[in-house]
DNA sequence: AACTTCACTTGACATAGGTCAATTTTATTT
DNA sequence: AAATAAAATTGACCTATGTCAAGTGAAGTT
């Protein structure tokens, strides 16, 4: 009845909560499983943010793209990790985001109706939603901090070492955008590391 | 029983999450009531944040000092608002940082041992948090964006916008921190905005 | 009221990172 | 394999903001 792939967010939610064996099944059953290729889109400007997702297996981006047509990226986000954008999820409006896939990726998802139900259902979900959003909120700040505070060149030394998969994965343009400097910038920082 | 100070965290819970009497009680039994003079410390560095803070009335900001003695402000926060380390706070591990009233301030607060009973004791309280959390979430990430992508002028404008009292009640050095400049350039681009 | 400290402003100069344009390298498509 | 497109590099120059130092003003303290 439960595939692997639904079994990996099982396995995330019970590092942080207890759940039961029901919770389990309610928590499934109310997640749909999908997948899309590379380069196409989850979400594009205007639309509504309909799902919160998980990804399996893959890889997805979320940016904006501004006055001037340049495009900004806020995550780069792999296997395990959700991805949405949840300002319009939770408020139902148009999102100014696209979430597009770097990867051919595997995810499952959840509606917001849908996961408003199983909050109510299972009150440990809310909890694990309540960890995580704390988690990301700590993460955010420490990620505001080192680009308020720290010059580019020690950001891009810290993803070096906490996140060397993504040099394997993604484009070094995508990877200077989320770091905040220009594709330029950062092939010059990486000329400099390498002397 | 209920003070009227403990009654406006009642109110805020009540705008996000529906809760009984008896959650009422069980919620205002968890909070000790305090308050602390200006220029106070709640916590400088080294120290286990011990507590989740409520500020009642007053102004409260947190900071860390860097390598070369520069104060960096993460937040500046008023009436009505949590503050805390929740870092160090989740962990009880020893903060970075300082937090400091800059007015004097009356605050409730909450143990994390309390808050994690309360939690299960008002499943609607862990709602709460979720719904704080994930707020604070995606507002830190506009943050970050404007830190990034936007010239501080354009923050200043923000600021000046959304939060005017804050030109009332705070030196413009932290608010220069706050927006990640200078207090000269935060001078500057003052002067360039009056004329 | 005088003293001291802190907050703010201004000027001269420095620098990290941005911009624009050209070139090379790598990946994708036919 | 050739053709095309996309990604990455490099150089010359620019700009927003930082740094350091001096000066003025405002606020809190004795």
Chains 1, 2 share one sequence.
Not at 74 to 87: A, K, M, P, S, T
């Amino acid at each position: 009845m439960t595939t692997p792939e639904e079994n990996k967010l099982i396995y995330y939610v019970k590092k942080w909560v207890n759940i039961t064996k029901d919770d389990e099944s309610a928590i499934l059953s109310a997640f749909e499983q999908a997948s899309i290729r590379k380069k196409k889109d989850l979400l594009v400007p205007g639309e509504i943010c309909k799902y919160n997702y998980f990804i399996i297996k893959g890889c997805i981006r979320t940016y904006y793209i501004d006055d001037k047509g340049v495009e900004h990226i806020y995550h780069i986000r792999f296997d395990n990790n959700w991805v949405g954008d949840l300002e319009s999820f939770f408020s139902q409006k148009p999102s100014k985001y696209y979430i597009e896939a770097l990867e051919d990726t595997q995810y499952i998802r959840i509606s917001k109706d849908r996961l408003d139900q199983l909050y109510d259902e299972v009150p440990a979900f809310d909890r694990y939603f309540r960890i995580l959003f704390q988690k990301a909120y700590v993460n955010t700040l420490k990620r505001l901090n080192a680009n308020m505070w720290e010059p580019a060149i020690d950001r891009y030394k810290d993803m070096l070492k906490e996140h060397p998969d993504m040099f394997q994965r993604v484009p070094l343009t995508y990877i200077a955008s989320y770091l905040g400097i220009t594709p330029e910038s950062l092939s010059r920082i990486r000329k400099k590391n390498n002397q």
